[in-house]
């Protein structure tokens, strides 16, 4: 297991670690059906509710640190799996509890749900967990896919959520023997509360840079490479990296919303560059930014690029193509041979984005191959393509950036043609 792996096995590890010990303190008091219910009920309330805080933990964006986990879009996979696995669990925690009320009879197991007198903690439960399901329905796509922004600040209910299960389960909670669950259950928050500090106050003030649009290029009718300058200290960063984006141009859509675009220029460079397709609202209101506009860059983020390179397949479809890009004007300006393939799928001509510069480079950088696969000559990316232009795959270090049904295409080809799971690196531009 390599140490991103470990990383994250530590988040699940810290997750479950509540129910793991209320489990060994705990145990169901009979092999009656009712006791195991109950046991189940409650491992399940523990286990969910330690899953949504350490879910909350790491939703923070601290620069540096997502590469410890192999990047902010892999940390944020571990926070989704996270979250559904907690709102599956927290789901079934009231219904298991009152099922093993049952034989005792329908109105005790009524009761357990809805305490006629009081019950006051029971009711904070109900409250988190409707909480939880009224933010958690976009993220599971109950209405269609959700516009981000209104998703993120659907998303912020999760605080109530953890509020108010923190109080229900310090209140109820007696699997754990005190203090040692009040020392868990805090300590959990504390992580999750730091998270959210971190996210609201210090990334703003320790993490953002400003900048200013210099140039705008455009690329193709729907894409545009924008140049930016340092107002003040510069960002550092590495190739393929990426950024949160956020305009200040008045009048124009999206000012002041934060949208994640990778580096597509070598850090070499004196000024920064984004390639932006227009894919939605925000992005597509950027393709009228102008020079001059203040923009606040935060980051950087991602993992995908080891430090040197070997001997490499890069994969890259459409707008996929800034990480390579941004690496590959940071091996030309190094000026030293490399072993590196890139199979470049696009549709067609009209849409072979910096296709040009790529081909001078290819004559230019020794050792860099590029092919180019057109969609509407190709079809679609097939084994014996990758085959004929990389006849030894199955021992290169495999990077794939595109579109989600490219990128899976391309993972299961390159899996059935020899490489190892290990050897795959894949970057998605899908953060929900
Ligand atoms: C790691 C990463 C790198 C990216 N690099 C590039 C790049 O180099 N060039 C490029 O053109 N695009 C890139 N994108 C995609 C870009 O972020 C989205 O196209 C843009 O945010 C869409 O916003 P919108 O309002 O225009 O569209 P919308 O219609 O609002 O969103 C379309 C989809 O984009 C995603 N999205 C929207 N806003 C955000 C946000 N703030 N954070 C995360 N995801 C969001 C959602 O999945 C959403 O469903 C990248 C995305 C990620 C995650």
């Keep these: 297991m390599n140490n991103k792996a470990l990383a994250h096995a530590l988040l699940w590890l810290v997750a479950l670690a509540p129910a793991v010990v209320a489990a060994f303190h705990a145990p169901p008091a009979s092999s009656a059906p009712g006791d195991w219910l109950n046991f189940l009920g409650r491992i399940a309330g523990i286990a969910g509710f330690g899953m949504l805080l350490v879910a909350a933990a790491v939703s923070f964006r601290l620069p540096g640190v997502d590469r410890w986990f192999g990047g902010l879009t892999k940390l944020w996979n571990t926070h989704h799996l996270l979250g559904c696995g ?46 939880m399901m009224v933010f958690m329905a976009p993220s599971l796509g109950f ?4 516009k981000y922004q209104r998703w993120k600040s659907i998303h912020r209910l999760s605080a109530v959520t953890a509020v108010f299960g923190l109080v229900h389960t310090l209140a109820l909670s007696r699997s754990i023997e005190s203090p040692y669950s009040q020392w868990l259950w805090w300590t959990l928050a504390t992580l999750a509360l730091a998270a959210l500090v971190y996210g609201l106050i210090l990334a703003r003030w320790r993490h953002r840079y400003p900048y200013r649009v210099s140039v705008v290029h455009r690329v193709a009718p729907n894409v545009v490479e924008l140049s930016l300058e340092a107002l003040a200290r510069p960002m550092a960063y590495r190739a393929g990296q990426f950024v949160y984006l956020c305009h200040q141009q008045r009048n124009l859509h999206g000012r002041g919303e934060e949208h994640p675009y990778t580096l597509s220029s070598s850090p070499d460079e004196a000024v920064l560059r984004v390639a932006v397709k227009d894919l939605g609202d925000a992005s597509r209101a950027l393709q009228s930014v102008v020079p001059g506009t203040a923009v606040a860059l935060t980051g950087p983020y991602g993992d995908f690029f080891p430090k040197s390179s070997g001997r490499e397949l890069w994969i890259a479809g459409g707008i996929g193509i800034t990480p390579f890009l941004g690496r590959v004007r940071w091996l030309a300006g190094r000026g030293e041979a490399v072993d590196i393939g890139l199979i470049y799928c696009i549709q067609d001509e009209a849409r072979a984005l910096f296709v040009e510069e790529l081909r001078q480079l290819n004559a230019t950088l020794p050792g860099f191959n590029l092919t180019v696969h057109y969609f509407y000559k190709h079809g679609p990316l097939s084994s014996d393509f990758l085959r004929y232009h990389c006849r030894d795959i199955a ?8 579109p989600g049904p490219l990128l899976q295409l391309a993972r299961d080809l390159a899996l ?14 899908n953060l929900l």
Aim: charged share 10%; glycine share 12%; proline share 8%.
């Design 143 to 146: 209405f269609g896919p959700p």
């Design 416 to 429: 059935a043609n020899g490489v190892s799971r290990r050897r795959l690196h894949t970057e998605e531009f």
């Design 86 to 131: 907690a709102f599956l669990l927290l789901l079934v925690h009231p219904l298991l509890l009152a099922m093993a009320a049952v034989p005792l009879s329908l109105s005790v197991a009524i009761g357990v749900l809805f305490p006629p007198d009081g019950g006051g903690a029971v009711w904070l439960g109900w409250i988190a967990l409707v909480s």
């Design 395 to 402: 021992s290169r270090e495999v990077y794939i950036c595109g």
